[in-house]
């Protein structure tokens, strides 16, 4: 969650898509995250999942296929919605 530090570490190779993985967050942390649009990004939550890649870059989780996530994602990070706005690939 953002402004709190969890510091859990997450097997993806668990997962086999970002549905599961979403829906595992949600269960861990007892909220919704909401839909993803390419043009709007996360919709119907206060909140949006995001991810640092391998370059450094925090991007939407979902912006890029499963198998390219699991391999370049270092670090999650649930953030407000209206912070996250501008990492949208449609923005």
């Known amino acids: ?6 510091l859990r ?15 595992a967050l949600e269960n861990m942390f007892k ?3 909401g839909e993803y649009s390419e043009k709007e990004g996360y919709k119907g939550s206060e909140y949006a999942p995001t991810y640092e890649d391998k370059d450094g870059d925090w991007m ?3 912006d890029v296929p499963w198998d390219m996530f699991v391999t370049s994602c270092k670090r999650l990070r649930i953030m407000k919605g209206s912070e996250a706005r501008g990492l949208a690939s449609g923005v």
Do not use: E, F, S, W
Not at 1 to 6: H, K, L, S
Not at 10 to 16: E, T
């Open 1 to 6: 969650m953002d402004g709190a530090p969890y």
């Open 9 to 23: 570490k997450i097997d993806l190779r668990v997962y086999g898509a970002y549905t599961q993985l979403l829906k």
């Open 31 to 33: 909220l919704t995250i």
């Open 60 to 62: 939407l989780v979902g």
